[in-house]
């Protein structure tokens, strides 16, 4: 049985340092790194074999981190992922203090609101967004479960979570919305 509290705090640890870890999030399992660590952001793109023209996006555990990492108003938001059950990425204008690979040329970026257990705990620990892509290679599909994650990527993290190893439940990816600057909204993935 994982010591969750002991799986997290290691998982914030490598993270703080720069680390890449591999953890379960609120759809399939993910990569990340600290959001706000340029060179973290551009060894994620490495592992994944991902053109850095391919946004990644965030996961924040806590609607303030909106306010904080864009200049969106985050009520807007809350109307829209309010409206499904579904994770909901929302693209919103206007990023800020975060690595500047992760904001896309019409200064957007993506984030989700998690609310699964483990990567919001990693977020909060963290005190960051954290960096959230599915853990493959890029062009192969995505791992829902833990098993389908690839030992090139399993061995390119500094830290892989051990939480949710043993699921069997297979999430589907998020929904997609873009806030547009004049305050309309694009439906990219229903």
Sequence with gaps: ?????????????????????????????????????SEAVRRVFEIKRRADSKALITLVADGEDVARYTSSDFSAAMKLIGESRRPTTVIYPGAKGLAPELIADDGSVGIRLTSEAVSAAICRGLGRPLVSTSANISGCPAPALFGEISEEILDAADYVVEARRDDVSAALPSRIMKIEPDGSVTVIRP
Excluded: F, H, Q
């Design 1 to 37: 049985m994982t010591d969750l509290a002991k799986d997290i705090s290691s998982a914030v640890a490598v993270l703080r340092k720069g680390g890449i870890i591999v953890y379960p999030t609120d759809t399939v399992w993910g990569i990340g790194c600290d959001a706000c660590n």
